[in-house]
């Protein structure tokens, strides 16, 4: 953190796709909707100039031939010029080209069986796979949206990566338990979710890092949104991040969200190569609880990684101020007892909520971190 | 088979049709009236299954409810909706409630988000409540009462709800208590947990009342549970070996979770009718309930239907060899 400002900002997961990227990937007109989103936030961030002839289509030009992979760059490119402009130090391209952090890598994988949706929480569901094989890496993926990314980007980008435990805790691990004499008990599923993990992460995660940094990825965040799934196995996070990142030249942080996170200590911290853990707390701070006092663990376990301060609440329209926002780095400094560690982001990906909602939320927390970064400074 | 019953043990995974609509619906591409009309087709298709699978006693499947209290806090005083939480040691989540001052129920409000019954005779409906043990030691309580007082509350409320219910028709009352066994009470709290249970039977004499624990072995909270005062108690096949189980002190009613929704692996039915007869020759119960071990939609709608065929071909094998007789 050497002659970094204090409290750098950055993005911390997927964003809601535009309008017109969905319509055009599907193949569909764009309608008047469409372009008007497209003029607004282009009035906004100007990112359409220079950005091809679908963009100039979108303006008003001619029509342009219905390509969705225009669609998904052109979409890529406005999420990543998006979080250039809110202000963010490390910004990524909103996953415009994911369909989510789980179908997605499944999808590069064999071994895993879609079998349907599963419901998460509200109306929220994701596409839940079966191991029905031993899993094997079809081709290193993430890899062309790191090169879009790479050469588009003008603040530093940082690649989020499904993490082995959550891509094996989120499936049904059929090929491993099924190996397993008397599958029903808990040391059974236990046996099998490990063999699980490591295999997706010496065969799948690892050689994929590999790739993307061997095209120049440099900061990579590992996410683990299941790490606190079962208390008993935050071993087995830990160990899943080693075997996916050992010996790689890469700084990896770990995202996890949604926990309780007494769990994990002080197992998780036998992550080795994790230099952030960048952590959900907004959602959890109300009037009557702070939400930060968790940190006292890392002090308490003498762990002095960089935090990476989830400071806005990702499932809740309500766009917190610059004030709040501030006020919640402060407290998590004090509690740090050395603010240098922060990074601020939100609590986790803001995709649930609409382009504008997230606009206004990473603009405050822009605004609070440069408030907070003033308090302990002294000056703006 | 006067011995063994068959239902479900909390609600059921949303169609495919249903997970389309309710996502559409939050992302304005289509109407509530739309959804709601895939809701009601959806619990007659439960109903329809339930009717197809035997079960003695149905629920409905319980689609609309967003998770186990989101019903109580949105109706109940007292209460707000909190942050969304993990539920166990699933990837599962729900709103934990947030109890601000002490509960007030409300009248009709959780009968009116009970499934629509396909008739007027509810005599085999099943109702799925939290327990209220699981309640008050999952909700975020800031009202200044203390768990004890909370979980006797709750049960105390819960009875109101029972007796309400009671006079509409329905007879038996299933009470989802997974926090019995994954961090069981001792001391006083465990004395306010069969308190509640005292005023839920007192409210419902006459009706058949489950208290189903999962998510953890029952052995170490079953000289506990043997004290409540229910007509059932279920325990999960996953985590809780059946032969282990004490014997009660008296002939109690059992429920075995045998289908396991942590899994699409399929239960064998030799395996189940093992176990169930074991069951019968070691507890004597007056009555054996077979479901799920937990709540089925930690499955996709298909394979969970997949998975509770095992009911009626564990009852045919049984009713073929005699075996649920003995």
């Known amino acids: 953190m050497t002659g970094q400002r204090l409290f750098p900002t950055q993005e911390i997961g997927s964003l809601a796709k535009p309008r017109w990227q969905r319509l055009g990937q599907r193949g569909e007109t764009i309608d008047e909707r469409g372009r008007e989103e497209f003029r607004r936030w282009d009035d906004a961030i100007h990112f359409a100039n220079g950005a091809g002839p679908l963009a100039g289509a979108l303006l008003g030009g001619p029509p342009s031939p219905s390509d969705p992979a225009a669609f998904r760059d052109l979409g890529a490119l406005f999420l990543l010029r998006y979080l250039e402009a809110a202000g963010l130090d490390r ?238 780095i402060l407290r998590a400094s004090t509690i740090l007892g050395d603010p240098s560690r922060i990074w601020v982001n939100p609590d986790c990906g803001l995709r649930t909520r609409s382009l504008d909602v997230a606009w206004k939320k990473l603009t405050a927390m822009v605004e609070g971190a440069r408030m907070a970064r003033a308090t302990l400074e002294g000056s703006s | 088979m006067s011995q063994l019953r068959t239902a479900l043990t909390g609600p059921l995974p949303r169609s495919e049709a249903l997970v389309a609509a309710t996502r559409d619906l939050d992302r304005g591409r289509t109407t509530p009236e739309a959804v709601e009309e895939l809701y009601r087709r959806g619990e007659s298709e439960v109903d329809e299954l339930e009717a197809r ?171 506990l549970l043997d004290r409540l005062a229910v007509s059932v108690i279920g325990v999960d096949l996953a985590e809780t070996e059946p032969a282990e189980l004490p014997v009660p002190a008296s002939p109690r009613s059992l429920g075995l979770g045998c289908i396991d929704p942590r899994t699409t692996l399929l239960e064998t039915p030799d395996d189940v009718v093992r176990i169930v007869r074991g069951a019968f020759e070691r507890f004597h119960p007056p009555q054996l309930w077979l479901g799920p071990g937990a709540p089925l939609d930690l499955l996709p709608y298909e394979a969970a239907t997949r998975k509770l065929e095992l009911l009626p071909a564990v009852r045919q094998r049984l009713g073929e060899s005699g075996g649920a007789e003995a």
Not at chain 1, 123 to 152: C, I, M, Q, S, W
Not at chain 1, 205 to 214: E, H, K, N, S, V
Not at chain 2, 80 to 91: D, K, L, Q
Not at chain 2, 200 to 214: E, L, P, Y
């Open chain 1, 91 to 328: 910004v990524y391209d909103g996953e415009a080209r994911r369909i989510e952090m789980y179908e997605y890598p499944v999808r590069q994988m064999r071994g895993l069986e879609f079998l349907g949706h599963v419901r998460s929480f509200d109306n929220k569901y994701y596409l839940k796979a079966a191991a029905t094989g031993p899993v094997e890496l079809l081709a290193p993926y993430h890899v062309d949206e790191f090169d879009f990314v790479r050469a588009n980007a003008r603040a530093i980008p940082k690649i989020p990566i499904t993490g082995p435990y959550t891509l094996a805790e989120w499936s049904y691990n059929e090929h491993y338990l099924g190996r397993q004499a008397g599958w029903k008990g808990r040391e059974a599923r236990r046996r099998a979710e490990r063999e699980f993990v490591l295999d997706v992460a010496r065969k799948a995660i690892r050689p994929t890092l590999q790739a993307l940094i061997d095209r120049g990825a440099s900061v990579i965040q590992i996410d683990e949104p299941a790490a606190g799934t079962h208390p008993k196995e935050a071993d087995l996070v830990a160990e899943g991040f080693n075997a996916a990142t050992e010996g790689l030249d890469a700084v990896f942080s770990m995202h996890i969200c949604f926990s309780d996170y007494r769990t994990l200590f002080p197992a998780i911290l036998e992550a080795k190569a994790c230099r952030q853990w960048a952590w959900e707390f907004a959602n959890r701070d109300t009037a009557d609880h702070d939400g930060y006092e968790t940190l006292k663990l890392f002090r308490e376990y003498g762990d002095d990684r960089e935090i990476g301060l989830g400071v806005l609440d990702v499932h809740r329209d309500e766009v917190e101020s610059p004030e709040r926002v501030a006020d919640r």
């Open chain 2, 53 to 223: 699978l035997g079960l003695d006693v149905r629920s409905g499947g319980y689609l609309r409810w967003a998770d186990l209290f989101r019903p109580f806090a949105e109706t109940w005083g007292g209460f707000t909706v909190g942050p969304i939480t993990r539920y166990f040691e699933t990837n599962t989540f729900f709103r934990q409630p947030i109890l601000h001052s002490p509960p007030v129920r409300t009248p009709g409000a959780i009968r009116k988000r009970l499934p629509a019954p396909p008739s007027s005779d509810l005599s085999n409906r099943k109702v799925t409540l939290p327990g209220p043990y699981t309640f008050a030691g999952l909700l975020d309580n800031r009202s200044g009462e203390t768990r004890e007082s909370l979980t006797h509350r709750l049960g105390r409320l819960l009875s109101e709800e029972v007796r309400e219910l009671y006079g509409a028709g329905y007879r038996t009352f299933q009470f989802q208590e997974p926090l019995l066994v994954v961090d069981p009470p001792e001391g006083p709290l465990a004395e306010a947990a069969v308190a509640s249970y005292r005023s839920i039977s007192q409210a419902a004499q006459g009706s058949t009342t489950i208290v189903w624990t999962f998510f953890a072995d029952a052995r170490p909270a079953f000289p």
